[in-house]
Structure formats: C-alpha cells, structure tokens
C-alpha cells in the first residue's frame, strides 16, 4: 500500500466500496456508461453537528461509510437498440447534510398505517414485518426518528428507522407513499449498500420487497440481466442470496474498507483544483 499514489488508493478504495460492480457491468453485454463518482469524505466535525442536530447517533458502519465518502452516486446505461441508450442503473446515497427527517404526514404514517396493531396505545404503534421467516415488530412512538435516505418514483421511500433515539442499531425499512405501508429491508446500513450492490443497482429494485412490485419495464430490466434476482418467491430471497451456487463476487462487503481512504483526499483534492 505504501508504493500505490494516492490516486490508487483512491481508485482501489472505491472498487472495493462498490465489491467491483463496475467489472461485473462492463461484461454485461449492451450495459455502458458505467460510471462512479468520486466524493471527499465527510470530516468528524461534520457527523458529530449532525448527531447533534438530530439527537441520534449513526450507527457505526454508516459512520464509517461517511467519515470514508460523503454520500455515492453510481450509474449506468442500457443500450435498447443502436440509437437508443438509456441511464437505467443507478446506486445512490445522498450526501450526509441531505440525510433529512420524514416530515410529510408524520401523524398519519404513526397512527395509521395498515400493517400497524391498533391494539397499541393512541401514540405506540406495533408494524409486523417478516424478516427470515418469523415474525417481529418495530415500534413507532413520538420519540421514534425515521430519516429518509432516497424516494423511489413517488411510490416509495427507504427510511433509516430509530424506534428511539438511544437505539445504536437503526434498520432500514422501505415506506409505500399511497397506502402507508411499512416493508423491512435491512437489518444495517452496510447490508443494505449490499443489498444495493446485489441488485446491481437495477432500477426500482427496493420494490421487490413491496406489496406493489416491480413495474413492468423494469421487470423486464431483472428478467435480462439479472434473472435469478426474481427465480425466487420469498420476499426475503436476498437474505439467502449467497447460497446461490454463482456466489458471484459482489455478495460479501467487508467493513474495513471504509478505513482504507486516504483522510488526506479532501487536500489532495483542493490541490488538484487549484493547478
């Protein structure tokens, strides 16, 4: 590591973030435009005014994710025809500031959502969620903080949820907009970017996982590229993803790769502005 130039470094850090994605797709006929960009890291400064700002601590893969990039943004093309190439693939995590609290009809999505026990008292909620086969629970009340971290076509948005502000361990849980549904996705931050990366940053993938599906042109998408995404009908195939006899290489993120970046890239990337 000592004899690799910064840029390397940076390069190699960030094919490790993304598991080598971007080989996977480059071999995927008719896919293009594959393309990563690159952020500077988010200073501690920075995540601590956040926590501050939220009375919440991140949880500390997502921590890590953050003091390592400030947000990812990953993309790619589809080509239909010889004329007609289209930016279909997309992997994005906002940048930390944008990381904001669900504000719209914050009431409603307490109170009366479907799948939510009204057994409970007026304020506490009970939302079932299936998660590996047996049944659990997640527990809103007025202290419960639920961060929006992308919106999928006005039909969805990927929260991170604390069922209050001590927990350490938030989960990510996917909200359907029209019926206030809520639909467990991920148990951590970092399964969730692998749960991302599994998909292959198809479009509209976290709607597997939802009571309304896939559309159908993305459907077709999976059924192209990646039909053994939709061979399964659990709702939690992912979980079980890397039983698949493939075990392609993209299935298994290690932590420490958020402790390979340089934390002299934000200079460096002054310095390459300034010349």
């Not at 921590?63 to 693939?89: A, E, H, I, M």
């Not at 907009?177 to 692998?194: D, H, I, K």
């Amino acid at each position: 590591m000592a004899g690799l130039k910064i840029g390397d470094t940076e390069d190699m850090f960030y094919e490790n973030l993304s598991l080598g994605l971007a080989k996977v797709l480059n071999n995927i006929p008719r896919i293009t435009n594959v393309t990563l960009e690159k952020r500077l890291p988010c200073e501690k400064a920075q995540v601590t005014a956040w926590e501050s700002r939220h009375n919440v601590y991140l949880p500390d893969d997502m921590k890590r994710f953050y003091l390592s990039t400030d947000g990812f943004n990953f993309y790619w093309s589809y080509q239909y025809s010889p004329n007609d190439v289209r930016r279909v693939g997309h992997i994005h995590f906002p940048h930390l500031i944008q990381i904001t609290l669900v504000r719209d009809n914050i009431d409603t999505i307490l109170s009366v959502s479907p799948n939510t026990s009204l057994t409970a008292p007026p304020i506490i909620r009970q939302s079932n969620y299936v998660d590996s086969g047996h049944l659990d629970h997640l527990n809103l009340n007025s202290r419960s903080k639920i961060f929006e971290l992308s919106t999928i076509a006005n039909l969805a948005k990927v929260c991170l949820v604390y069922e209050t502000p001590e927990t350490s361990t938030p989960k990510i849980f996917l909200l359907e907009t029209n019926s206030l549904r809520w639909q467990f996705l991920a148990e951590s931050f970092t399964e969730y970017l692998r749960m991302s990366i599994a998909h292959l940053g198809l479009p509209y993938w976290e709607l597997c996982f939802s009571s309304c599906g896939l559309p159908a042109w993305t459907e077709q998408l999976f059924l192209l590229l990646a039909p053994h995404l939709l061979e399964r009908n659990d709702c939690r195939r992912l979980k079980n993803i890397v039983c698949i006899n493939e075990n392609p290489p993209y299935n298994v993120l290690d932590p420490a790769v958020f402790r390979t970046k340089l934390r002299c890239s934000r200079q460096t990337q002054k310095m390459r502005l300034n010349n």
